[in-house]
């Protein structure tokens, strides 16, 4: 029955997407479908789901998710968007990968951050902002050692920032422009210290994909 299903929705989705697309669905970290378009990542079914693609990113955070992944994780390139869904009462992903050069539709990064400083509020060119924390349910980014409270969303500016910008950790984005150092604490955990000194923890379930990013 899932699989019938999944064949209808392969088909009436391939009417509406560009014929370099392909489609893959996943549950339970595994892959349950694929269609291949001309850009084939060749993803059999029953393979797992690796970290740092979409199909991970969407089941771990439960959203829509979009972004350009690195050819160290599938072995090919891609840009895609990835989807939560149901099937037979069980959450899934739905996927659908694109080259990497394709950018219908895709948003253009931020070109500066406006954040608050007292009573006044200044414009920051984004490649100037070393890295962004959520904390105590605001959003600070830091510049030239400066704070300034912004009021966009973590959520919201890692679906907005340029590529060299990075999620470390559930309440830190960091610009691997200003990594001046990737150590272990005493717990053996990764900690990155950037050029300002500051030391942004990185979490474990972001590990994998930090690793992958940055190659080591």
Request: charged share 25%; net charge negative.
């Amino acid at each position: 029955m899932a699989n019938t299903v999944l064949e209808q929705v392969g088909f009436i989705i391939g009417d509406w997407i560009p014929k370099e697309a392909s489609i893959a669905v996943a549950a339970e970290n595994h892959y349950i479908y694929y269609k291949a378009g001309v850009h084939d990542l060749s993803i059999t079914e029953g393979q797992p789901v690796s970290s740092g693609t979409i199909a991970a990113r969407v089941a771990k955070e439960g959203s829509k998710v979009e972004m350009y992944v690195e050819e160290a994780v599938l072995g090919s390139a891609y840009y895609g968007i990835g989807y939560p869904i149901t099937i037979d009462n069980r959450d899934a992903v739905l996927v659908i990968t694109l080259p990497p050069d394709y950018v219908v539709g895709r948003k253009k990064p931020l070109a500066f951050l406006t954040g608050k400083q007292d009573d006044s509020w200044r414009p920051v060119p984004v490649e100037k902002v070393s890295h962004i924390e959520s904390s105590q349910k605001k959003t600070w980014f830091f510049a030239d050692e400066e704070s300034y409270c912004s009021s966009r969303t973590l959520k919201n500016l890692k679906e907005q920032l340029p590529d060299y910008f990075l999620s470390v950790h559930r309440s830190f984005i960091v610009n691997v422009h200003y990594i001046e150092e990737i150590a272990k604490d005493v717990a053996s955990n990764y900690v990155l210290t950037l050029r300002d000194g500051s030391m942004i923890p990185i979490s474990q379930n972001y590990t994998a994909e930090v690793r992958n990013r940055l190659g080591f």
